[in-house]
């Protein structure tokens, strides 16, 4: 059996790493769906060019990252707030406010109609503390419906002459 000669790896200089990482994650944000990572990944990468200075074609690169990064935010930010209001109309449930409401957050942290955002995030919060008052209610309800069953069929019971003289027995002493 032949003996593989074992290559040996490159030496890169600190620069040359830099840029290849930051050209590695330039091009990997088609993977991205998000579009808040994608505007971090490629700040991020744009950071990595900045720190090269005028290696090779760093200036470039970084200046197109940050203006990717301009558009995606811009984008995806309108995408999403038109998303959210899509759902904010369709939504029945205590998780569904509280998702819109995180949507509505992460729009307005990119700066995208913040007052508008502002006030869905308000009725979002709204919504969800009127449904736990409801469900609050209900719960009450049940417990107080399921004593009344309790105490009903508990009267109606031979026990209850037996209880009721002993309750006033001890009442009484």
């Not at 990468?45 to 935010?73: E, H, I, N, T």
């Amino acid at each position: 059996m032949p003996v593989k000669p074992v290559k040996k790896k490159e030496k890169l200089s600190k620069e040359e790493s830099l840029y290849r990482s930051a050209v590695s994650l330039m091009e990997a944000v088609d993977c991205i769906s998000r579009f808040d990572r994608l505007v971090s990944s490629l700040n991020d990468a744009a950071k990595k060019f900045s720190r090269l200075d005028s290696y090779k074609d760093s200036a470039v690169l970084m200046q197109k990252c940050l203006k990717d990064a301009q558009a995606a935010a811009d984008s995806g930010a309108a995408e999403v707030f038109d998303t959210a209001l899509k759902k904010l109309a369709e939504a029945k449930s205590k998780s569904d406010f509280a998702d819109i409401a995180e949507d509505f957050k992460l729009v307005k942290k990119f700066g995208y109609k913040k007052e508008e955002c502002s006030k869905n995030i308000q009725y979002c919060q709204k919504r969800i503390r009127t449904l736990e008052t409801i469900a609050a209610l209900k719960r009450y309800i049940i417990i107080l419906c399921i004593l009344a069953i309790l105490i009903t069929v508990f009267i109606n019971t031979p026990l209850f002459p037996f209880v009721k003289k002993l309750v006033f027995k001890i009442y009484y002493l």
